[in-house]
């Protein structure tokens, strides 16, 4: 990806080089813990049901909302500028 070059009005340009996207995932992790438990005692009706609520919330994932960004600057001048 190319590097994103942001100006704030006027001030000085910044360099970003990345942005990852967290997604507010606390119902899918707990359907994962909730599957490794049903593997533990082999319950392969749970097993199964589970997965079939995973596999629609993957299906939904686009509408997960924003928890927050993990944004990585060229350098420390740039995290200043917008700090």
């Known amino acids: 990806m190319k590097d994103q070059i942001l100006n704030f009005?006027?001030?000085e340009q910044i360099?970003?080089?990345r942005i990852d996207l967290a997604f507010d995932n606390e119902q899918m992790i707990k359907?994962?813990?909730e599957r490794g438990q049903a593997i533990r005692h082999n319950d392969t009706e749970k097993i199964?049901?589970?997965e079939n609520k995973i596999n629609?919330?993957?299906?939904?994932?686009?509408?997960t909302p924003i928890a927050g960004a993990?944004?990585?600057f060229e350098d420390?001048?740039?995290?200043?500028i917008v700090l």
């Open 76 to 80: 420390d001048r740039n995290l200043k």
């Open 70 to 72: 993990f944004i990585i």
């Open 15 to 17: 360099r970003i080089v």
């Open 9 to 11: 009005g006027g001030r």
């Open 56 to 63: 629609s919330k993957r299906d939904n994932h686009y509408h």
């Open 48 to 50: 199964a049901s589970i």
């Open 31 to 33: 359907l994962f813990k």
